[in-house]
C-alpha cells in the first residue's frame, strides 16, 4: 500500500468497545496524532454523555475535532470533512500517522472512501417557501417523501426538517438514503487501513452499562442542568445525543432516575448494534478480536504488526 504518504489509520467499532484507548496506544507506536470521528464529542460543553478522552489520554496522544462546536450549531459530515482533511494532510506534512478513532459511520466513511452523496448546495427560495409552511405541514410532508429522516427529527425541528426537504426536492431521493451502508458505500479511497475493534457481545454490553454507571455517578445530571442554564434548550440535536435526552426526560420530571437509566442502557446497546451493522457491512474493515483481558497496549501491538505485515508502514 505504501505510495509515498503516510496511510490514514482508522479504529472503529462499537460504543465501549474500547477504541479511545487502542487509538492512544497506536499513536503512540506509530507517532501519530488522533482525529476523533464521533458525532457528540464536536461540541463544547458535553463532555461526560460523550465519553470524551479524559486527561490522561490528551497528556498521552494528541486529539483533534473535539470541542469544535458550539451545542446549538447543526453539525453535519460536510462540516466535519471540511474541517478533517486539512488537518489530515497537516499531520502527513509533519511526518506523523493521522488515526481516525470513532463510532459515527457517516464520519468514517467520509473520510476513508469518496462518497457519490450528491452536495445538495442551499436554495434560499425555497427554503423560504417551505419555512411558509409551518412546522407540521413540514413534518407531514417528510413523512410522506421520507419516513426514516422523519422519525430521527423532532416535530418542531424546522431547520432540520428544511433541509430534508431541501435535498429530497433537489435530488429526488430522501435524504436518509444517502445516510446508510448501502447508500453512501463509495469508493474506498487509497492509503487508508480501517481495524474493527470485535468484542464479544455480552461484553460489549457490560462494558456499556458500567460506562452507564459511571456516567450517572460523575455528574452526567450536573453537565445537563449545566447546558440549559446555559441556554441550551432540550431540542437541540445535541442535547437529543445518548445519555442528554434520557437525563433530560429525569431532570423534566417525565421519569424516575431509574427508568432514565434503564432506557439509556437500553438504547446504547441498540446503538452499539446499528453501529456494528454499519461497520459490518464495509469490507474495508479488518475485525480484530479483543477480550476482556487485553490491554489496549496489546491490541494497539497487535494493529501495529499487520499494518508492517501488509506494508502500510
Known sequence: MKTGETPLIAVVGATASGKTAVA??????????????DAVAVYRYLNIGAAKPDAHERARATFHLVDVADPDEDFSLSDFERLANPIIAEIRRRGKTPILAGGTGLYVRGLTATLSVPAVAPNEALRASLREQGAEALYDRLQTVDPASAAKILPGDVKRMI???????TTGQAMSSFHTPEGIRGVPKPNTVIFGLDRERAGLYR??????????????????????ARGYHANLKSMQSLGYRHVLRYVSGEQTLAEAVDDMKRDTRRFAKRQLSWFRADAQVQWIPVTETDSAEAVAEVLTDALRKTGST
Do not use: Q, T
Not at 24 to 37: D, H, K, T
Not at 219 to 228: H, I, K
Open 207 to 228: 462494558r456499556i452499562e458500567d460506562r452507564v454507571d459511571v456516567m450517572i455517578g460523575g455528574s452526567l445530571e450536573a453537565e445537563v442542568r449545566d447546558l440549559l
Open 24 to 37: 492512544v496506544a497506536l499513536a503512540e507506536c506509530l507517532n501519530g496524532e488522533i482525529i476523533s470521528a
Open 163 to 169: 433541509r430534508a426537504l431541501e435535498v429530497y426536492e
